[in-house]
């Protein structure tokens, strides 16, 4: 129980203990004005710490019996006001780029630390949880991983070598303050004939490369939890390939612990049905999963760049798009909470409104609202529509 809410019990109790008449006493009309005009003035304090409580509770708070809830974050937003925020309302932080391959390893013989470290060291001051992001991933692969000096590309040999003291560098370095690492992120294929996304690192090494990868972060900190993570999860054929692929690493005794379904998801899709399907699904690996990026785009979703169209102008936060948002948090968050029992953590990919990703993807220059926060710091509609619930 918070202090807010400890002050409220402990109001509500002493207003009873007032409220019940003492013996058998007759009061006259003057002694019940009286006493009717402390049980208004404690029920105007207990109103006041309610709304004291509410003000100072954060998103974590109402969530504390359910599953931690976290938040991607760069080391610039940890300089702002955003800090605060942080802290009032996510227990988990997530490095959005700065532990991604290429930012934290530009050159092969070069780490990058900085921002990563920034990051880490929040987390500790602020006693916050730490899920590191992502160890293999071959849309952030700097391109020196995959060829020699000479521009020849490496044998599978020098790949899975590059790969394993990379992974042991970034896993050793944190292994005091991340407790989950995103270990493989996004090798399965969109399209619905392809089981394997065909990266350079498939092309070199076939599928060795994902079970190797874990296996080397394991060995870099035995006690961290190792995620396999994807998107589009919801869409029928590739959650099949997903749950697929989780079985198979899991049966041939890689060290997974868990499955990160990203949830970047908009105010059209999913639907509870589908939700749900997706969910038991994924609740036979018998593996933890958490939500690991989760944002709802207030457009039509879609997986891949574009350029503008004359209809992208249209960007305003409606009080339509508005409504439609709430709604359809409220709807997912009630799914969240029935699967308490393997769900272990729900992240939101950034801060707030005042910068996302989706700014700039599928088309560049696109203001989204798919937070919870607006531009200025402050609870969207949605936010009270996750946090008032009864179940």
Sequence with gaps: ????????????????????????????????????????????????????????????????EYFTIGVAVSPRALKTDEAGLIMQHFGSMTAENAMKMGPIHPEENRHDWAGADS?????????????????????????????????????????????????????????????AWDVVNEVISDRPDEFYRNSPFYRICGDEFIAKAFEYAHAADPKALLFYN??????????????????????????????????????????????????????????????????????????????????DADTAYTPERETKQAEMYEMIFRVFRKYKDVLTGVTFWNISDRHSWLDNFPVPGRKDHPLLFDRNLKPKKAYWNIVTFTD
Excluded at 131 to 154: E, S
Aim: glycine residues 4%; positive net charge.
């Design 1 to 64: 129980m918070t202090r807010s809410w400890q002050i409220v019990t402990d109001s509500i109790r002493f207003i009873s203990v007032i409220c019940v008449p003492i013996g058998s006493y007759n009061y006259d009309k003057s002694i019940k004005q009286i006493r009717m005009k402390k049980i208004i003035f404690l029920a105007a304090i207990l109103l006041s710490t309610l709304i004291r409580a509410q003000t100072e509770n954060g998103l974590k708070d109402y969530y504390n």
């Design 230 to 311: 994807d998107y589009n999860e919801i869409n029928p054929v590739k959650r099949e390939k997903i749950y697929t692929l989780v079985k198979n690493l899991k049966d041939a005794g890689v060290p997974i612990h868990g499955l990160g379904l990203q949830g970047h998801w908009s105010i059209f899709e999913p639907t509870e049905q589908v939700l749900t399907e997706t969910f038991e699904k994924f609740k036979l690996l018998g593996v933890q999963l958490q939500i690991t990026e989760l944002d709802l785009s207030v457009y039509p979703k879609e997986h891949s760049r574009r350029e503008r169209k004359p209809e």
């Design 119 to 179: 990051i880490a060291a929040f987390a500790r001051r602020n006693n916050l949880k730490l899920r590191g992001h992502t160890l293999c991933w071959h849309n952030q692969a700097p391109r020196w991983f995959f060829i020699h000096a000479n521009g020849d590309t490496v044998t599978k040999e020098v790949l899975l070598q590059r790969l394993k003291e990379h992974i042991t560098a970034v896993v050793t370095r944190y292994k005091d303050v991340i407790y």
